[in-house]
């Protein structure tokens, strides 16, 4: 558990609200006080949260899946029904169902090609400094596609300093005067990260870049029949995936229950 802080001059509630859903995934919330305002902000918030690692999670996820029996098999396919060649059953050469997770993928992928998926470009800056609670801000004085949060990861790892969502932009190159206005708004927001030296004071891991997978219009999570074969799509997060991962989940799997029992009464 983490202690979480959000600032900004909008309503105590909206700020709150965005900082919850859009940055950490709060899966539990204990405490909630509005703070005194600092310099430059209308209000502030504080809570107790979740911070998902995900260099740990994810791995575990895997394990899990391994241990329940999951076979992997790694390919790139050009079109959704070559899912059916790439794992059909070793006993029968048949394939139940796919169940498309495609990310920014979907958009290219024959059978799908959803062009209102698109990348959100979000930049990083990794840094060995660390803060004893997450931060954020509800927007910045930068424009509307920049953000500012720091979020030091649990059992280790570095702080990630944030950040952008830069909509349709799919520069994977460091952009060197964004991070530099991500550490600046990152120190100003955090002081103690540099103990008071400014953005000199940061130790820099690494810079990164990662596309969000955007659909306009919200993630798509429905079924449809491909070329004679139920298709359960689920893409098209954005910056929310690890957030409505086990919503999502459960509804992929009603899905695959209903298509599943609609072929046996065929
Ligand atoms: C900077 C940044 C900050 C973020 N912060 C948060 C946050 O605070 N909270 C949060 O919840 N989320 C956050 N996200 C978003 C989160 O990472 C995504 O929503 C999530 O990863 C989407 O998961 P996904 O499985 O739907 O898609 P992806 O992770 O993109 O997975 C799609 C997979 O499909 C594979 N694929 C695609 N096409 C094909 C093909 N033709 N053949 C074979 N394989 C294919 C890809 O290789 C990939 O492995 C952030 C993202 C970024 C970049």
Redesign the pocket.
Known sequence: MVQGCGSRRESTIVALAKFVL????ALTFHQFRVLSAKEGMDSRTSFTSVCIN?ALYLPWLVSQCLRNGVSFQR????HICDAKKASSDPLTGKVDLIVN??????N??GGVQDRSVIPAR???VVVRNKSDRIIGTSGTDDGDDETCYVMTRAAGGGTVL??SYQKGDSNSQVDLNLATRIMQRAVRVCPELTGGKGIEGLDVIRHSV????LRIGGTRVDKEMIDGTWVVH????????????YGCAQDVMHLVDQALNARARL
């Open positions: 859009f940055r950490i995934g995900t390919k790139v396919i050009q997770f495609t990310g920014l993928g979907a290219k992928l979000g930049q990083i944030g950040g990662g596309f969000r997978p689920c893409y098209g997060a954005g910056g929310a995936g690890y957030q409505q991962s």
